[in-house]
């Protein structure tokens, strides 16, 4: 098989080398310039463009010690896995081959593998003199003597920026296309003004019309104060009381000519948009806005043209307006504005876009996002920080479209003082980024997150040793203790791989107590795995052998189950272990009804749920906002996320079957959170953890889609199903009808914000005693269960799927199909106060009420109880695992406690 190379998407691997793409020397300078690293200290080699074409493709440069330029300067970064081989940082070889027969691969002296050109071999001799690229220009004779000293050097530039426009005036530039200016024969154009007694009698009119409700209610009081002061005789009408008769009936016919105008205007404005949505635009009525009603302008019964631009200034509101009473259409216009948005999002005017979202809709946050994906980085900016008042999300705008000077002062604010750092560092200010680097190194230090406080040391600040040193603090005084010797070995060996054997040697003697021997061991195993290397390998087995004869003597048998994992080629030494522990150390298996996996007790534990094989939870210590990972066979490590947190208004949004992410959701989330948690021996799956902190204010509840992207359900003026990625950008906007039932009216539209959930192509929610169904562009499905739902929860992507509701009059099955949704089971649980319930698979439910809980065999109509279990203490959350006939419950003392039912 052919030796290739294989992309990775994460690598922890150090930058050694860099690929400069060009064919000439003046593009290889221009690009090393921008690096300002002392040219001298660079190896360089010359790549060809293939093997049979004699043309440079590029410059391999290799860097010495100490002078590799920051990360983000360098385009095409390189590595060094041997001390003859170069590959992309980003790379790996496959197949895999050990040491061994690598350096029988490689007979040059310096050897780059590039994924287009392919591996290229250079002997020392090859090596180019940059100087010998730089021609001096011919001497010109001049005579020196009249030379003068010139004017003084300017002071070094620190940054460039824009300055910043008033806010009000900022997108008074981004007007749209000319969307026709031809006359709209559909809807009658307003008349001209005239000159002279025209134009008086035309503001006559406009004065009268602006005064007819007035007048029509002043009318009818008079006429009936003179009805009442002069009462005629039967028969007779005074010549007053006809007079004031006529007024009230000319005025109330002039309100209902208005009134049939308008609703003919609305009908033509509604065929206009089925015929030509741009120019039905120029037309259309604003439906909501916080800042409308701010005093009544003159009436008319004419749709007049409007300027179809964004405009903040606008936005602001301060301008009579003629309000129209526009019920009768509202439903019918917000559903075209918003395909007109949805349309104009695909084919990528999203200025257009943005004009509907913000003027016509009132949806502020749906226009700022426009915006941003159309690339209008500060007006987004303006959006969110001035009228969204989301900080964070303006800086990120701001960060996108390069003002970064205006960026830096919000992070720092924030408290994102590593983002900050990463600015300044883009700017050139070096300073002022270890500044910030050193301040979140000593936050995450004391929150005991050395792992990220080393990568900032090392990736960022380029100090090896400190990095070095931090690791061996995780190493002592963290719970991810065995995380952080693992990276401790791996920078010993990309900094000298024939030291490493030493450097396990010297922390053996050094940093490892008793306790952490079986973690020392467990390292070591990943280590010898990871490096196959004959001198290592040497090393570990003999300090795997010592730590196992040490732990045997004194009944400890932990590292002898590993003893195997040094001894790869011996298959019948894990078998030869288990009867050792089973026939000389006597261990009898012994099965308890309950195992119990102990997680700290000094914390508030705000959510918990499990992803795949792995327990997740988020809790509070104080204002630190920590992490759990763990798994069902006792492994338990933290996290630190933050210590700003203070808010207990978080859980945790996953599912493993839509997503490798799992989100962060809730109230005020403190602080961003974007990092990836790496699988490894404990742990088989890695996963992403974000925080959901994009959501609009208006969301009443959202859930993962089908799409790999979160769904929001809004409401304004109707609800709203919005399509969102996974960074926050909206996708498409879906109007559907509100519910009109007399069930929900009586209640009310109150979702739960952890109430919605996708399957089978339909989003699952509920509201009162209603569940609701929807499809994207189809109706929204109703079921009134008869008693007010308290909580929800749905069978995974792969098994059929069945609805669990927990109500105030007890328990019920719904199984959705095509045609429907069914209440498939009669009530039950109804004796318990249930709190939890949680489907466990194999068509089973817990039901948690206190200390107790019933697990129910929910396959017929009529559920029974096959399992009855009592905790020690109080449940707080039911936990389904990845492990046939178990369950787990959180309890209240902050224990978990698995359960076997057994078949």
């Known amino acids: 098989m052919q030796l290739q190379l294989k992309y990775t998407e994460n690598t922890n691997q150090p930058v050694t080398g860099a690929f400069v793409p060009g064919h000439t020397p003046q593009e290889w300078f221009t690009q090393m310039n921008v690096w300002q690293t002392d040219l001298q200290s660079l190896q360089c080699f010359i790549m060809p463009q293939s093997i049979g074409v004699n043309a440079a493709a590029g410059l391999f440069v290799r860097f010495a010690a100490g002078q590799v330029p920051p990360a983000q300067l360098i385009q095409h970064p390189y590595t060094q896995i041997n001390p003859k081989l170069f590959i992309p940082v980003r790379a790996s070889l496959h197949p ?9 691969l490689l007979l040059w002296d310096v050897q780059v593998f590039h994924p287009a050109i392919g591996l290229v071999g250079f002997e020392r001799t090859d090596e180019l003199d940059l100087a010998s690229l730089i021609q001096l220009p011919a ?10 000293p010139g004017l003084p050097a300017a002071p070094p530039l620190r940054s460039i920026s824009l300055e ?31 000159p002279g007694r025209g134009r008086v009698v035309s503001w006559l009119i406009q004065l009268a019309l602006l ?10 009081l008079l006429w009936a104060l003179f009805a009442f002061i002069f009462k005629p005789r039967p028969g007779n009408t005074t010549p007053l009381a006809k007079w004031f ?41 604003p439906l909501n806005s916080p800042y409308l009603n701010r005093g009544k302008g003159p009436q008319s019964g004419k749709l007049t043209r409007r300027s179809v631009q964004f405009n903040l200034r606008n936005l602001g509101g301060g301008q009579a307006v003629d309000g129209w009473d526009v019920d009768a259409y509202s439903v019918q216009l917000r559903q075209r504005y918003m395909q007109a948005a949805n349309d104009a999002i695909a084919r990528g005017d999203h200025k257009k876009a943005a004009y509907i979202y913000a003027h016509l809709l009132g949806d502020f946050y749906s226009a700022a996002n426009t915006l941003q994906q159309g690339k209008y980085y500060r007006e987004a900016a303006a959006l969110y920080r001035d009228h969204l008042k989301s900080d964070r999300q303006a800086a990120e705008c701001l960060e996108k479209g390069g003002l970064l000077t205006e960026a830096i002062p919000i992070y720092i604010g924030l408290n994102q003082l590593e983002k900050a750092g990463d600015l300044f560092t883009v700017l050139g200010q070096q300073d002022q980024a270890f500044k910030y680097y050193d301040q979140t190194v000593a936050e995450y230090t004391a929150g005991h997150n050395y792992q990220k406080a080393a990568a900032i040391k090392l990736d960022k600040m380029q100090q090896q040793d400190e990095a070095l040193g931090l690791l061996l603090q995780g190493w002592q005084h963290t719970n991810d203790a065995e995380g952080c010797l ?10 000298d791989d024939s030291q490493l054997p030493q450097q396990i040697k010297q922390v053996y003697a050094a940093q490892v107590s008793r306790a952490k021997k079986t973690p020392f061991l467990t390292v070591l195993a990943a280590v010898n795995q990871q490096y196959p290397d004959a001198r290592l390998q040497q090393t570990a087995l003999g300090i795997a052998y010592d730590i196992v004869n040490q732990q045997t003597e004194l009944g400890d048998t932990s590292g002898l189950k590993l003893l195997s994992k040094f001894i790869p080629n011996d298959s019948l030494l894990a078998a030869d272990a288990g009867r050792f522990i089973n026939q000389h150390l006597k261990v009898a298996p012994v099965k308890p009804r309950a195992i119990y996996l102990d997680i700290r007790k000094d914390m508030v534990w705000l959510s918990m749920l499990t992803y795949h094989d792995q327990l997740l939870g988020i809790g ?26 203070s808010t207990t208004s978080l859980w945790l949004l996953a599912d493993q079957d839509l997503s490798d992410h799992v989100w962060i959701a809730g109230e005020q989330i403190p602080q961003n959170i974007d990092q990836k948690l790496e699988a490894y021996s404990y742990f088989e799956r890695e996963f992403g953890l974000k925080t959901l902190d994009w959501l609009p204010r208006q969301a009443l509840t959202y859930c993962l889609n089908g799409n790999k992207g979160i769904t929001v359900l809004q409401h304004a003026q109707g609800l709203t199903f919005s399509d969102f990625s996974i960074t926050g950008q909206l996708i ?64 995974g992507q792969h098994t059929a799927l069945k609805i669990a509701l927990r109500t105030e009059a007890g328990c019920l099955i719904v199984t959705p199909s095509l045609k429907g949704m069914n209440i498939s089971s009669t009530l039950f649980a109804t004796g318990m106060h249930s709190t939890n319930i949680k489907l466990l698979g194999n068509n089973r439910l817990a039901v948690a009420e206190g200390n107790r809980a019933e697990i129910f065999n929910i396959t017929h109509q009529t559920p029974e109880s096959e399992h009855s279990i009592t905790t020690e203490y109080p449940i707080k959350g039911i936990l389904a695992i990845p492990k046939r006939n178990h369950c787990a419950f959180l309890e209240i003392n902050n224990r978990v406690s698995v359960y076997d039912m057994g078949e």
Not at 139 to 148: D, I, K, M, S
Not at 211 to 220: N, Y
Not at 486 to 495: D, G, I, P, S
Request: glycine share 6%; aromatic share 6%.
């Open 96 to 104: 895999v081959v050990s040491a061994a027969e690598l350096k029988a």
């Open 139 to 148: 001497a010109r004779p001049a005579n020196w003597g009249l030379a003068h």
């Open 164 to 194: 910043a426009d008033d806010s009000d005036d900022i997108l008074d530039a981004l007007k749209d296309e000319d969307v026709g200016s031809k006359p709209l024969t559909d809807i009658p154009a307003a008349h001209a003004r005239q």
């Open 211 to 220: 005064m007819l409700p007035g007048l029509a209610l002043i009318g009818k």
């Open 245 to 285: 008769k006529k007024i009230d009936q000319q005025i109330s016919q002039k309100l209902d000519d208005l009134m049939k105008q308008r609703d003919s205007e609305l009908k033509r404005l509604m065929d206009l948009f089925d015929n030509n949505t741009d120019e039905a635009l120029q037309y259309a009525i």
């Open 486 to 495: 693992k990276k401790y070995f791996e920078l010993q060996h990309q900094a």
């Open 620 to 645: 509070l210590k104080g204002d630190e906002l920590l992490l759990l990972r763990a798994n069902w066979q006792g492994k338990v490590s933290y996290q630190y996320l933050t210590n700003k947190c």
């Open 732 to 795: 498409a906007s879906h109007p559907c009808n509100t519910p009109t039932s007399e069930s929900l009216d009586q209640r009310g539209l109150n979702f739960s914000n952890r109430g919605m959930v996708w399957r089978n192509n339909h989003f699952y929610l509920f509201t009162g005693q209603v569940l609701l169904r929807y499809a994207p562009g189809g109706p929204l499905e109703e079921l009134d269960v008869a008693s007010p739902i308290l909580q929800m929860d749905v069978t």
